[in-house]
């Protein structure tokens, strides 16, 4: 079992940053790939990061490549996402999932997820 808390959201302009924080719990937390996947309102939930259990491999959607940068600690079972130049279109809840072999929101583990809120 695995247990993902999410922390960070909040409101911002757009152009602006923040970097939102999930923090893991549960055995071999270490050995999951990680995840963030955002819904918006009346829209489906959407891939945004991943990042392999080692951290030596990531993918980003297009929309928010060159933008966002997801890492992880792994001493501190958390994984982030940085969210730079943001824009109102990144409005949305954001969702932390952790699975194996690769989290790409199909299955594993869920957070309850953080709000983001981007004004223009």
């Known amino acids: 079992q695995v247990h993902l808390v999410e922390s960070g959201g909040g409101w911002v302009q757009a152009g602006g940053s923040l970097r939102l924080s999930c923090a893991a719990s549960?055995?071999?937390?270490?050995?999951?790939?990680m995840g963030w996947l955002r819904q918006a309102p009346g829209k489906e939930r959407e891939f945004v990061a991943a990042?392999?259990?080692?951290?030596?491999?990531?993918a980003y959607a297009d929309s928010v490549k060159d933008r966002f940068t997801i890492s992880r600690d792994n001493d501190k079972n958390t994984v982030y996402l940085q969210m730079n130049s943001l824009k109102p279109e990144d409005t949305a809840v954001y969702y932390c999932?952790?699975?194996?072999?690769?989290?790409?929101?199909?299955?594993?583990?869920w957070g309850q997820g953080t709000q983001v809120t981007v004004s223009s």
């Open positions: 549960g055995r071999t937390v270490s050995l999951y790939a």
């Open positions: 999932n952790a699975d194996r072999p690769v989290a790409t929101g199909s299955g594993g583990y």
């Open positions: 990042i392999s259990w080692s951290g030596s491999s990531t």
